[in-house]
């Protein structure tokens, strides 16, 4: 009975929890009532992956790729895309991961390991660059489990990326943090008062340390500018995390920042900082491509 009883406070706490991350269509509707500028949705399908992708801007501007964390979905990123020099400057991608939202698996024999390896996640992802049609490499950022599978993303395209936003990243296997709950998640009878998108994350978050060894050797294939952030006050991720990307990306071109008064949710709390930090990349990325541009161009005449 008195485990009964923890079982049911450990169920209504966590559905709670789950609810202050989530929005309803009404509530979507109404964020967006009287706003000049809404986003178009998209679903982008093959016999593997079905990917839904809210966008923003117009899609001959750069392309600005935003994967989110687990749980998660688009609207996690509102507070980036309504960001008014943001959307002046890119075609926002705002992705929702296989699995989660309504990027839901069509039938495949893929087991769900499979599809929720980082692997997998980065492949499936990756096409959402095809709705972009201005020629750009795109700004990717990856927040929290999502930054993970944008470098994998980076590895596997990288003409496509031309800079890469790890935010809060969740990327050193070794320091994967669980919590006195973390094993009831995987309880049936808890799973079955849960949302679905909360115990896809709890078995992604079993599997993690695993895929992020699997990663390893993909660190060293990262070809484009890197930015990293990590908030002091963090109580998901560890900042080891930080100290591991210094030592993954030694030797490339790579900037690491420690807010010290941040928590996990840098692009909220922090968002005009996020904003700066990717137009000032995407000014250095585009002019410097111009300019070698214009030598090649002069250089052959």
Partial sequence: MIRFALLTVLVISLTGCFRRFTMTEREIRAHYAGKPTRPTFYTVEDDSSKLFVATLGADTLPPLLLIHGAPGNWYGYLRTMDDTLLQKRFHMLV???PGYGKSRHPRSPLRLKSRMSIDFQARSIAKALSLNHSGKPAMVLGRSFGA?????????????????FLVSPAIDPDREKFWWFSKWGRFPLIQA?????????????????????????????????????????????????????????????????????????????????????????????????????????????
């Fill in 95 to 97: 992705v929702e991961r």
């Fill in 148 to 164: 993970p599978i944008a470098v994998r993303l980076a590895t596997l395209v990288p003409q496509k990326v031309g800079h890469l």
């Fill in 193 to 301: 008062f849960l949302p679905r998108s909360l115990n896809l994350a709890t078995y992604e978050k079993y599997q993690h340390a695993a895929q992020l060894r699997g990663l390893l050797p993909y660190w060293s294939q990262v070809q484009m500018p890197v930015t990293v952030l990590q908030g002091a006050q963090d109580w998901l991720i560890d900042q080891g995390n930080l100290a591991f990307a210094k030592r993954m990306l030694k030797g490339k071109s790579a900037r690491f920042q420690l807010l010290p008064d941040a928590g996990h949710l840098i692009t909220n709390s922090h968002a005009q900082l996020v904003s700066g930090l990717i137009c000032h990349a995407a000014d250095s990325l585009y002019q410097a491509r111009l300019t070698n541009a214009l030598g090649h161009s002069g250089g052959g005449r």
